[in-house]
DNA sequence: CTGAAAGCGCTTACAG
DNA sequence: CTGAAAGCGCTTACAG
């Protein structure tokens, strides 16, 4: 390791121009195979390190794509970020990962660093409040960008999402199957098009029922386990307590469920829960889940391959079709009537 | 957007050298005041995006940071990585996130991409089996490694954790002084100094008491929730079954607990049920999780500084002792002992 | 099938 | 205080 060795240090070594070294090690046919054996051999002894940043300073393609979420430690983003990692894997892509915190400047920081890198591409849930300009400078730039799970209004980014709205209608006409008449809902906020679809669905379903939503059902803002945990203090506050809640997401939900219990409710049983996503731990949390499958795999899959595609210069492969959302109906819902015996 | 910006072209538009250009982006005192607001505001004005792959090419420095560790999904991880996040954000370095899922091959892919992006530094929780030849490799390409949780044996790379036997031994024993006699230990592998030192100290405890240390009481494997929700069915089919339970991370604790309930049995009633990592969730959780502050944020901070402090030259700033965990005792612990009169 | 030469966009001594 | 020139390590036409 004394000296650091580069495409010329094997090309002296071997009598060969840097120019033969460089198409043999990436297998170009336009050298011999003997030749290219040889090559090959003495990158290996030498302990040649190909210098990307000088690759791609030259043909400027870095191989390098950008992934920006709000938090990378929540499992839904986590499920579709494994496919994202799968897909970018097979077509040898490095992705950047990283968290924004629906901070608009972090976003903005990373943005620009994907710029300053070359990066190929990049893939965004976009923070609360982004604009479509900041798309717009990224795309100007010549790096493409695709979006998940939420949109940005004015900006043709494409998207890929779950249907937010038909899945939480779903839900509540579920849980209003089951004679529930009072259902709060938990979580989100409408700053975020995600959020503002659920609530949409939420209170679609509500008005097709014919069921009046009273404005203290609406426990906006929690987003996360503990926020989650926090929010059924005031749920049971409320004077005629809700039978029944939709949480914003499986995480909203499964911190609420925590937080029933530690205010002496039985979630499931005092109150019927459900949450949004079906995450891994839905299926067998305490009770088990009631949820709405969401398609994160597949949003992960498209959003990866759609930018692929742009990068390779293909037509769109993907559409940008919204995934069909799914019931998942478990105990967390199965709320017990003979414990309420003035409901009935 | 129409041509790419470049230093000369601001050069050009001002008439003046491509040097003094780029000094006056970098705050050079070389370059008079006037120079350089005037450099600035035309690069602001002109869409001006710094090339980082040119300048790195030429300095040899990139300002990258890589982190590599098993799971970023892993609350655990989320809390290091946080903490190192934040440690970097302030020196300005941008920070490469990846997973290895103890996959060695993974991880060497990773190594060789820092490598070839010539990374600055690199943090890593080392996959299991990890050789130090592999830590040699990128420290004779001068790319310093500093190690996170885990250990490599044969290596010298620093590295920051808790001290696991320690802060295991802590908590067996005070179960053993709630008048636990028969604990089993679920999770963890033989494989990762982690695992091997948390199961030490699991033993001294119990040898140190006097307690015969039985082979079905430890249900080793399970390092995530669902393992642990799986490994409960092995442990209520141990015949005379251990009234408590230290779990290798909470992670596994809380899917241990859910699998207890599915089992029919209570957490924290009908068997004493420890976690290990204090992760946020521990303490909302139903019960509320009995486990070992393992200072996270503590390490990662301790982490980034002391690769830091190798970047800028300087001697090491932190040291390398371990952190000292801290018990967190809650009800999941809280075996009632009434409801079990057998044994009393 | 192989080589010589230019150039990607910066930074860094070195002059002036 | 500012400029001319070399060079970081690759790849890519272009010759031969």
Chains 1, 2 share one sequence.
Request: glycine share 10%.
């Amino acid at each position: 390791m004394a000296q650091k060795v580069k495409l010329s240090t094997i090309a002296e070594a071997l009598g060969l121009s840097t120019a033969t070294v460089s198409l043999a090690l990436r297998d170009s046919p336009l050298v011999a195979e003997v030749t290219r054996e040889r090559i090959k051999a003495e990158a290996i002894a030498s302990g040649y390190i190909y210098n990307r940043r000088a690759a791609s300073l030259r043909t400027s393609k870095s191989g390098i794509v950008g992934v920006c979420v709000h938090d990378i430690m929540n499992p839904f983003f986590g499920e579709i970020l494994i496919a994202i990692e799968h897909e970018l894997d097979r077509h040898r892509q490095t992705f950047i990962l990283s968290n924004h915190y629906d901070n608009l400047s972090k976003q903005r920081s990373f943005v620009d660093t994907m710029l300053q890198l070359g990066a190929d591409g990049l893939i965004l849930s976009p923070a609360i409040g982004t604009p479509a300009s900041d798309l717009e400078l990224a795309e100007g730039n010549s790096l493409p960008v695709v979006l998940i799970a939420r949109t940005v209004e004015g900006s043709d980014a494409g998207s890929f999402r779950g249907d937010d709205s038909i899945g939480m209608a779903m839900l509540v006409r579920a849980l209003i199957a089951e004679g529930h008449r009072s259902i709060a809902m938990v979580g989100g906020t409408s700053k975020t098009s995600t959020g503002r679809l659920r609530e949409a669905g939420y209170l679609h379903a509500l008005a097709e029922a014919g069921i009046e939503f009273r404005p203290e059902w609406r426990i906006a803002g929690p987003r996360g386990r503990h926020s989650g945990f926090d929010a059924a203090e005031t749920f049971v506050r409320i004077a005629e307590r809700p039978t029944a809640v939709c949480c914003f997401s499986d995480l909203v939900a499964l911190g609420f469920m925590y937080g029933l219990s530690r205010a002496g409710l039985r979630p499931g049983i005092d109150v019927a829960v459900a949450g949004y996503d079906d995450i891994d731990e839905a299926a067998i949390a305490t009770p088990p889940l009631t949820t709405v499958a969401n398609g994160q795999k597949e949003v992960g899959r498209r959003a990866a391959s759609a930018l692929l595609a742009r990068l390779g210069g293909t037509a769109f492969a993907e559409t940008e079709e919204l995934i069909v959302p799914e019931l998942r109906m478990r105990q967390s819902s199965g709320f017990d009537w003979n414990a309420r015996p003035d409901l009935k």
